[in-house]
């Protein structure tokens, strides 16, 4: 009823309607009216909105409504209009104010309320496309058998049906249209029910002929418009087991139909049609498919093989139905018996079986579809059994297929076998694959195992290029890796798993889509390529976690081979290996297996492992309390266990914490591995941690050295201590400890502000030289564990040096210096780092001492 292409000038039919006014109209009328408006406007192109100029037009009544008085007026009101609307259309006539005010008067006489989507502009027009069809079919009484005006003065006449029709005229009883005849809610909503099982019959004399085709094949109207909406946009209805058997019906047969037209139009000589437009016809069809897809419940199918297993379920499935009679209209339940039940059942889920098969349709009562009708998760897995039991059964007859009983009573035959032995999609001339097969000899499109010949090769060709493209790329970076340095390298180890996973996705595209395989090879071929996809998926995040660490340790910051560095391999492996393991048990959620019993056999495998590998796992385990508790970093310097030699074999450096053992470097430049749960039990001491180092010995003087000699030595070598540069002041002593076996015994102790070993060394021994000094100059000397027997004369002590050492401890005493027990503060401060070190003459007296405060 809608001519999208034709002109009227939607502004000042508003501004007209708007503006004239008639005591009679409802607000229900005003209502509609404003509706229909917007509507129409939306559904006009731009500019339509123009081009009133070009026919004359006026209504000189633009607001009055149907005349809906009685019976007759509303027949005669519907017809009347309908062919004013129609007979412009058909001419070619622009869009004018009174054909549009024709079609909504036309509208007015039919009650939508309970029509499914009656608030559809579209809806309304298509049922009242059907009404004047039916109308012009059968023969209608004279006027004077249709209740008008003088009869319904008793109000006795509450309703009127056409004769031997279920057609009826009921009067509104309540509500804004109270007192209106109207065609009734009950034969509004069975409109496409009647008319299919009326348009078998000829035109009355005067009708007007063709009019549902030119309407429903134009796309001139707004019915081609709407239409194109909902398949784009809107799914099946799937509010009852009617409505989904007929959508699917429905969806199949017309996908069928714009393939076969465009197979026809690609295969004509030469052809009317180009493969662009083919494309877009193929597009058409796959959304009419996709509608009919929707109508089946893939909730036991995964996710990945949704896509390919639910269109070929839905062909089998029309296959299926192609082969059998259509069960009658009224035997399925619709959604006012499926209301009823509900009233008066309890909340048990609603079902109906197809005649003679075990293909169910029921009510989906959990998830996103809950309350919607679909093709049962149990028959959708068992279509490819049932199809394979009856696929050598014949089509049903012509007589069969019209059956009144259905709304697509159509067949689609062969398109199931089109699918499966062609290449491409829907339409096989839109593939570039399709000249090359066409040109292959006919034993090449035998069927083997539910493929052709040629299909059979294209798979083996295809997978042997992802087994090439695996061992290419991996050969191929395997050698440029070698090349590169670190993170470099790490990070062009991703590539493979990239490579293989867009090439295996490619692939299986290409064997779904093109090569076009089907059933179970489809099926395994999917799973194997997925499972690829998701296994490289994971390989690629675990190696880019350790990418990405080895990036961060590459920072001038972080040593290659520290524990920082370590700790942060440790960690990138661990968060890549759990993301991989993510992935991977992501994806074989997708594929359908149950995760519990995987989940279970996964903890089985994995406590035996834990069992076969105990000490490998309490070596990682040790490598984390190394990490976490830090005894030594790499490039520490330490000693480590019990180590009876007395070389003490058990010390070295560290150069490598990893995952299961520690590295070290033996002082004799041996290398030795050691568990890290033995090695976290070890006694370890961290020599490079030391802030300074220890000097302690015994000075074992004779026993001549006299008492003063004995102060001589001993302040002496007080004053050495604080002198020297490199030998902390506290806690340094000088004690004479007591008398031994042939000495009498001086101990030093001190630390010296220094970590290294050789640095230790060289101060050791500059305070070891300096120390003979002092006792040579004391005049004493050091004793010697053992017993002599002189021969010679004894030249005895040095009496001169005696007297002078006796002199000096005099003075010391005289002046109240004496430094026993300690050095009073004000000479403490005077004595302090007064002396040279290195020596004077020194090849390195660059070296200064380590800064401590004092405690």
């Known amino acids: 009823m809608l001519d999208r292409r034709e002109n009227f000038n939607a502004h000042q039919m508003e501004k007209t309607l708007l503006t004239s006014t008639k005591d009679s109209i409802t607000t229900y009328h005003r209502a509609l009216v404003f509706i229909s408006l917007l509507l129409l406007a939306l559904l006009m192109p731009a500019p339509a909105l123009f081009a009133q100029d070009t026919v004359s037009d006026f209504e000189p009544y633009p607001l009055r409504p149907a005349d809906t008085s009685s019976p007759r007026d509303t027949l005669h009101s519907f017809r009347s209009n309908v062919k004013r609307v129609f007979d412009g259309w058909r001419q070619g006539e622009p869009w004018t104010v009174t054909r549009y005010r024709a079609q909504v008067r036309a509208l007015q006489t039919l009650d939508f309320s309970t029509t499914p989507d009656g608030n559809s502009w579209s809806v309304r027009a298509l049922r009242a496309v059907h009404l004047q069809e039916i109308l012009n079919r059968i023969p209608l009484p004279p006027d004077d058998q249709i209740p008008g005006d003088a009869d319904l003065e008793d109000g006795a006449i509450k309703s009127w049906t056409i004769p031997n029709t279920r057609i009826t005229?009921?009067?509104?009883?309540?509500g804004p249209r109270a007192g209106e005849f109207l065609f009734s809610t009950d034969t509004v909503r069975r409109l496409d029910r009647f008319?299919?099982?009326s348009k078998h019959l000829p035109y009355q004399p005067d009708a007007m002929v063709g009019v549902y085709e030119a309407f429903t094949s134009s796309d001139r109207s707004s019915y081609a418009v709407y239409r194109e909406i909902r398949n784009r946009l809107r799914p099946v209805d799937t509010s009852s087991p009617r409505s989904t058997l007929d959508g699917f019906l429905d969806s199949v047969n017309r996908a069928y139909s714009y393939v076969r037209?465009?197979?026809a139009a690609l295969d004509a000589t030469p052809p009317t049609m180009t493969k662009e437009e083919a494309r877009e016809i193929e597009r058409m069809a796959d959304n009419l498919l996709s509608r009919a897809r929707s109508t089946l419940d893939l909730s036991r199918i995964?996710?990945?093989?949704?896509?390919?297993?639910?269109?070929e379920a839905a062909l089998q499935l029309k296959e299926i139905f192609d082969r059998m009679p259509l069960p009658p209209v009224d035997s399925v339940p619709s959604r006012l018996k499926v209301e009823a039940s509900r009233e008066a059942d309890d909340d048990s889920p609603l079902s109906w079986r197809y005649p003679s098969t075990e293909i169910y349709i029921v009510e989906i009562m959990e998830g996103e579809r809950q309350g919607?009708?679909?093709?049962?998760?149990?028959s959708v897995g068992r279509i490819s059994e049932f199809y394979e039991k009856i696929r050598d059964l014949p089509y049903r007859s012509v007589d069969e297929a019209v059956t009144p009983y259905q709304r697509s009573p159509g067949k689609s035959e062969g398109f199931y076998e089109s699918y499966i032995s062609t290449p491409g999609y829907l339409i096989p001339h839109t593939n570039f694959l399709a000249g090359w097969i066409?040109?292959?000899p006919a034993w090449f499109h035998t069927l083997q195992g539910g493929q052709t010949l040629w299909q059979w090769i294209g798979l083996v060709l295809s997978v042997l290029v992802i087994f090439l493209a695996a061992y290419a790329s991996h050969r191929f970076v395997k050698r440029l890796a070698e090349q590169l340095q670190p993170p470099w390298d790490t990070w062009l180890k991703g590539l493979p798993p990239v490579v293989i996973v867009t090439i295996s996705a490619v692939i299986v595209n290409f064997l779904d889509k093109d090569l076009r395989i089907t059933g179970d090879l489809l099926t395994a071929v999917t799973t194997g390529g997925q499972t690829i996809v998701f296994a490289m998926a994971a390989w690629v995040v675990y190696v880019f976690c350790k990418a990405i660490a080895e990036t961060i340790i590459i920072a001038p910051r972080i040593r290659t081979q520290s524990s920082e560095a370590a700790l942060l391999r440790i960690g990138a492996r661990a968060i890549g290996f759990l993301l991989g393991a993510w992935i991977l048990i992501d994806g074989i959620r997708e594929l359908g297996a149950d995760l519990i019993p995987l989940l279970a056999g996964l903890g089985v495998v994995g406590l035996a492992v834990s069992l076969a590998a105990q000490s490998t796992i309490a070596n990682y385990i040790g490598g984390l309390i190394l990490f976490a508790n830090k005894?030594?970093?790499?490039?520490?310097?330490?000693?480590?266990?019990?180590?009876?030699?007395?070389d003490w074999m058990r010390i070295g450096t560290v150069e490598e914490i990893g995952l299961i053992s520690?590295?070290?470097?033996?002082?004799?430049?041996?290398?030795t591995n050691i568990p890290n749960a033995e090695f976290a039990n070890m006694h370890i001491v961290n020599l490079t941690a030391r802030d300074q180092r220890l000097v302690r010995t015994t000075l074992q003087l004779r026993y001549e050295t006299t008492p003063e000699q004995m102060r001589y030595v001993l302040t002496r070598l007080r004053e050495l201590l604080l002198g020297h540069p490199m030998v902390t002041a506290d806690p340094a002593r000088v004690r004479f400890i007591g008398y031994g076996p042939y000495s009498k015994n001086v101990e030093i102790f001190a630390y010296l502000q220094c970590q290294e070993q050789n640095t230790f060394l060289a101060i050791q021994e500059d305070l070891f030289l300096r120390i003979e000094d002092i006792i040579s100059d004391a005049g004493t000397g050091f004793a010697f564990p053992s017993q002599t027997a002189y021969l010679a004369r004894d030249e005895g002590l040095d009496a001169e040096r005696c007297e002078e050492a006796e002199r000096d401890m005099q003075r010391r005493r005289a002046t109240g210096k004496l430094p026993f027990p300690e050095f009073e503060e004000e000479e403490r401060e005077l004595l302090e780092d007064i002396l040279d070190y290195p020596p004077k003459g020194s090849p390195n007296p660059n070296i200064s001492p380590i800064k401590k405060a004092k405690p």
């Open 631 to 646: 005894p030594v970093r790499v490039g520490d310097f330490c000693r480590y266990g019990e180590d009876p030699s007395t």
């Open 261 to 263: 037209e465009a197979n």
């Open 195 to 197: 008319y299919q099982l």
């Open 169 to 174: 005229i009921r009067r509104i009883e309540d």
């Open 438 to 440: 066409d040109d292959l």
């Open 662 to 671: 520690t590295r070290l470097r033996g002082i004799d430049r041996t290398v």
């Open 372 to 378: 919607q009708f679909l093709f049962s998760a149990d």
């Open 302 to 311: 995964p996710e990945a093989l949704r896509d390919s297993f639910s269109v």
